[in-house]
Nanobody
Framework: QVQLVESGGGLVETGGSLRLSCTTSGFTFSTHDMKWVRQAPGKRVEWVSF?????????YYTDSVKGRFTISRDNAKNTLYLQMNGLEVEDSAVYYCALGGDPVSPTYNYRGQGTQVTVSS
């Protein structure tokens, strides 16, 4: 079965950096587009970033993270990444890697258990 396992979250100060990872199994990673979504307490799921199956074709970011976040993937390792720099308090949320759904929407068919990112002021 499809398994997505996120890691790398934590507590950082404003302006800090984190690198999230999502290890995958149960499907052919290299033939699937992937995305990151996030959810803050009391808020809806928000789409963050999308990367196509090649890793160097279509890459998209929500406006609020452009220039600060970088999505990437290693198809040999079946792993998705999200490098987050210049973190802001508003970035605090549980971050999920996800599979399926429209590329630039928060919809998905599968997601992991999430990793908590907390940015302190």
């Amino acid at each position: 079965q499809v398994q997505l396992v996120e890691s790398g979250g934590g507590l950082v100060e404003t302006g800090g950096s984190l690198r999230l990872s999502c290890t995958t199994s149960g499907f052919t990673f290299s033939t699937h587009d992937m995305k990151w979504v996030r959810q803050a307490p009391g808020k809806r799921v928000e789409w963050v970033s999308f990367i196509d199956r090649s890793g160097y074709g279509r890459i998209y970011y929500t406006d609020s993270v452009k220039g600060r976040f970088t999505i990437s993937r290693d198809n040999a390792k079946n792993t998705l990444y999200l490098q987050m720099n210049g973190l802001e308090v508003e970035d605090s949320a549980v971050y999920y890697c996800a599979l399926g759904g429209d590329p630039v929407s928060p919809t998905y068919n599968y997601r992991g258990q999430g990793t908590q990112v907390t940015v302190s002021s």
